[in-house]
């Protein structure tokens, strides 16, 4: 496939109120793409989601990141400064959250996590790519 193009990065205050510029920048990334974004904006919206309320403290920075993969693949990213991993927890039916990530991992075809070396962790879910 050729060179990869650098990943179009976006940073964002660890403010809830971030989460649709993010949806907004990752749409406009994959349309870019010649790419579906409605998976890519749910996801990211999870991501940065959990970036913001699990991952970081208020004031911090969160980085959102989306690339291709040399096969094509489409990728987006969080990274915060916590080192706790995200957990897919089993929930009641009366639990009134706790199940972004297992949308999340319904709509993907992977993801996962890493650390950075500076301390905290990057979490990236690879998403199908469908031309529009």
């Known amino acids: ?3 990869v193009a650098e990943p179009a990065t976006m940073v964002i205050k660890a403010e809830a ?3 649709r510029r993010v949806r907004e920048f990752v749409g406009l990334v994959f349309g870019a793409w010649g790419l579906e974004d409605y998976v890519a904006r749910t996801v990211v919206s999870e991501l940065a989601t959990n970036a ?6 208020e004031g911090e920075m969160v ?3 989306a690339y291709r ?6 990728v987006v990213e969080t990274w915060d400064r916590s080192d706790a991993v995200p957990v897919v927890r089993s929930v009641g039916d009366a639990a009134e959250s706790g199940r972004g990530l297992l ?7 992977r993801w996962g996590t890493r650390p950075l070396s500076e301390g905290g962790k990057v979490v990236w879910a690879e998403i ?5």
Not at 52 to 57: A, C, L, N, P
Not at 128 to 132: A, K, L, M, R
């Open 1 to 3: 496939m050729g060179k």
């Open 17 to 19: 109120g971030e989460i």
């Open 52 to 57: 913001i309320t699990h991952g970081s403290s």
């Open 63 to 65: 980085v959102v990141r």
């Open 69 to 74: 993969r040399e096969d094509g693949g489409a």
């Open 103 to 109: 949308l999340m991992e319904a709509l993907v075809r």
């Open 128 to 132: 199908e790519p469908v031309s529009v």
